[in-house]
């Protein structure tokens, strides 16, 4: 059941059943996992007990929380199955029935588990009494580091824990060498003066922890002596210096609402409602940016492509630059026309410095800019201006509040609801789906890496349940079945393209001679190691280190690091990544047996290396006509979504690739637009791309009755290589801004098993 856990569903042996009766509300996915679920003896009765109860399960798998609403004779059953097994195992099945089913709702699943375990006051954590902590629990020899999540700034607790109890402390920022010689000073000085020391940002200089963490060990300090330190969660700070501190982890609450409170709990009144009037509107638009653009980190890769530090000295900055610029253009005077106010200083200010700077992605620059464009406009002062772009029932009474005082805006604040949707954040109403299903697959993969495995012997619980056969411990044995199913899944060798000097000219030629060339060696490594595998597991070959390493990841589901060759997300299982990777290998096997290369339908999600091809078109396009390079730009024909089975026309200069899919908006096949829609992620048929010449304005002639955006494509879902842009027509409605928050893109790959 555990290991069902860990790696159910991609069981490459599993038998692929249908459930016709179910059909109507299980996916293809979710039959996959409950023909490998009922393999186990506590669901052996699952899928007739849900085909005599379609009504209740129906019910339970579409609710908010199904967690909640596990069908109640279901449960009964096993409540009496767990008389033989423990009072909790009902919890834990319904963990595997939410992985099963639901793994959007696996971590509140798991939630729901610990707290069964453990009891309710694991989970619900007090508020920490830091004086108490400081004064009465720890120790002058022991440093109190206080982790933060990005984009929260955990110094504050410390300055205001220092005026609170009247201590005179000394505060150093590091990452420099000034920094490091100040520091080391400065705790020899306060050590023996029994003063306080807060080292800032020390994740920035993991190395210097190392000597630091040795000059610790030799210190005498002062009883009243206290070592600070802040810190992002970062994997390379020293174990030693862990081990030795007292660790207090910090991010922000959760939802719009906490976040506006906590940026007016920093806000005085006297500054906030100082002349003129304007000042303080502009102050709340602010607060309502920043508050959006950190909440959207939650949502990464949708909210933004990775997480950027965003935090409160941003805001402080940004609230600075609010006071000169309102100032300079009201010149004392009580009110400043909202037409008058340099709202193109401001955005420019805000977006390519303040805030921007941090920003290195031109799409999340634009995104970032969206949000800036839409609040920051003279238009904010009218009366019910919209905070967020699109209209919906469920954000109508997110309008700019009337008021000019920090004490209007506040109550305002206060009245929201505590729970924010990502319809606030200008995302998909069902975003969130998608960011608990990925995280519940971190967590699930941090899991199965923590797991250990005994090379030299069998561990005592599988011991017990399995007897020790021709002298090998239970786990070798497992590995070899395992092993064994894996090399019988390996196609055979690629056909290697030959070269004559005629297609060596040939870029696309050039470009999948290298790509098959690297399929096929890194076949023949990974064929000849699980075959190497077998006889290590057999005892017929002795144990390198290099064997271990791969002996280690195979018997926890992981893919080995030395066949990674190319990109796949994180939380990819080895099973996942064998069935994907037999995938390339067949792709790669009819390449090679192909006489015309631009007939081709290319998986361009199943290259090792996309972007080598995506040039290798490029160079051919310019090369058949003589045109620049420089002046060749990429244009999408041809879209339709896969439902609609249309087939792309052959492309003379371009190509035509399939496996395409379209995240935050689907495509209107008959408005050749873009389209809003409720799917999370929607499968693009084969989509035609071609190469024209700028100079070319007879080539170029585009659709200009609707504006387009300039839509990425991803390598795949994690949004961490980016393989080109094209331009996709939208509609005039909703604006342009929203279809840029709702993080519109493409991906190349996504898991299909």
Same mark, same amino acid.
């Given at each position: ?7 159910? %569903? ?13 059909? *109507? ?19 052996? $009765? ?41 009072? +909790? ?120 922890? @190392? ?68 000042? *303080? ?40 630059? +609010? ?8 010149? %004392? ?17 805000? %977006? ?91 967590? +699930? ?23 020790? @056969? ?10 070899? @079945? ?72 195979? $018997? ?49 999600? %199943? ?78 048929? *084969? ?22 955006? *300039? ?26 801004? $929203? ?8 991906? $190349? ?5």
């Amino acid at each position: 059941e555990f290991e069902f856990l860990l790696t159910g %569903g991609d069981n490459l042996a599993s038998a692929k059943e249908n459930f016709p009766q179910l059909s *109507s509300f299980l996916t293809p996915s979710q039959s996959r996992f409950l023909g490998e679920l009922q393999a186990l003896p506590a669901f052996k $009765s699952l899928s007739q007990h849900m085909i005599s109860n379609t009504a209740e399960w129906k019910a339970a798998l579409e609710a908010l929380d199904t967690e909640k609403h596990i069908p109640e004779s279901w449960k009964v059953s096993q409540r009496d199955a767990a008389k033989k097994t423990g009072d +909790i195992m009902p919890s834990f099945w319904n963990l595997l029935l939410l992985k099963a089913f639901r793994p959007d709702r696996l971590l509140m699943g798991a939630s729901q588990f610990v707290t069964q375990v453990f009891g309710e006051s694991f989970t619900n954590t007090a508020e920490l009494e830091l004086a108490k902590i400081v004064e009465k629990e720890s120790k002058s020899s022991s440093p109190l580091l206080f982790c933060a999540a990005p984009g929260y700034d955990a110094s504050s607790k410390v300055e205001d824990l220092a005026v609170e109890m009247r201590k005179q402390y000394k505060s150093i920022a590091i990452g420099s060498p000034e920094g490091f010689d100040l520091a080391e000073k400065s705790i020899q000085a306060a050590a023996k003066g029994g003063t306080w020391v807060l080292l800032k940002n020390i994740h920035l200089a993991p190395q210097w922890l @190392v000597q630091l963490e040795k000059k610790l060990h030799n210190l005498s300090p002062h009883a009243n002596f206290r070592l600070f330190m802040t810190s992002e969660i970062h994997p390379q700070l020293p174990a030693n210096l862990l081990r030795q501190s007292h660790i207090f982890s910090y991010e922000h609450p959760p939802g719009v609402k906490a976040n506006l409170q906590h940026t007016f709990a920093a806000l005085s009144a006297a500054r906030m409602d100082k002349q003129p009037a304007e000042r *303080s509107r502009l102050y709340f638009l602010l607060a309502w940016f920043h508050a959006v653009i950190q909440e959207r980190l939650r949502y990464i890769p949708l909210g933004w492509t990775k997480i950027f530090e965003f935090n409160d000295a941003d805001q402080r900055g940004a609230l600075d630059c +609010i006071d000169y610029w309102v100032d300079l253009y009201a010149k %004392g005077r009580s009110n400043l026309s909202p037409e008058n106010i340099p709202w193109v200083a401001l955005r420019t200010l805000l %977006g390519q410095t303040i805030y921007g700077g941090r920003v290195d992605n031109e799409f999340d620059m634009r995104l970032m800019n969206s949000f800036l464009e839409q609040l920051f406009t003279p238009h904010s002062f009218d009366r019910d201006f919209p905070l967020v772009s699109v209209k919906d029932e469920s954000v109508k009474f997110l309008t700019v509040p009337d008021g000019s005082t920090r004490a209007h805006f506040l109550q305002w604040v206060d009245k929201l609801p505590e729970l924010s949707t990502p319809t606030w954040l200008g995302l998909p109403e069902n975003a969130e789906v998608l960011v608990s299903t990925n995280k519940g697959k971190r967590v +699930i993969s941090k899991l199965a890496r923590m797991q250990s495995k005994d090379i030299e012997e069998d561990t005592p619980a599988t011991a017990q349940t399995t007897e020790v @056969v021709d002298g090998r411990p239970a786990w070798i044995r497992a590995l070899e @079945v395992t092993v064994t199913q894996l090399l019988t899944l390996m196609p055979p060798p690629i056909q290697r393209l030959k070269r004559t000097v005629q297609n060596i000219k040939d870029p696309l030629f050039r470009c999948f001679e290298r790509e098959i060339n690297a399929g096929a060696r890194l076949l023949a490594k990974v064929t000849a190691d699980l075959k190497e595998l077998i006889e290590v597991s057999k005892g017929n070959a002795k144990q390198s280190n290099y064997m271990r390493s791969l002996m280690n990841n195979i $018997s926890k589901g992981l893919t080995p690091k030395e066949w990674k060759s190319y990109s796949v997300p994180e939380w990819v299982t080895l099973n996942q990544w064998i069935a994907d990777f037999v995938k390339r290998m067949q792709q790669m096997e009819e390449i090679s047996k192909s006489t015309d290369f631009k007939s081709l339908t290319i998986w361009l999600g %199943g290259l090792l290396n996309p972007e080598a091809f995506i040039t290798a078109t490029r160079q051919s396009a310019a090369q058949a006509h003589g045109w620049s390079l420089e002046n060749l730009k990429l244009y999408a024909e041809n879209i339709a979504p896969k439902k609609d089975n249309v087939a792309a026309p052959a492309a003379q200069d371009g190509f035509i690739v399939r496996g395409l899919h379209m995240e935050g908006a689907t495509w209107n096949s008959n408005d050749q637009t873009l389209a809003l829609t409720n799917d999370l992620s929607v499968p693009l048929g *084969s989509v035609r791309f071609v190469w024209k010449n700028q100079g070319d304005v007879a080539g170029l002639k585009q659709n200009t009755g609707a504006p387009s955006i *300039s839509v990425p494509v991803y390598m795949n879902e994690a949004r961490t290589e980016l393989l080109f842009a094209v331009d996709l027509a939208c509609p005039s409605t909703p604006p342009v801004q $929203s279809w840029f928050q709702r993080s519109v893109a493409v991906v $190349s790959w996504k898991l299909d098993l």
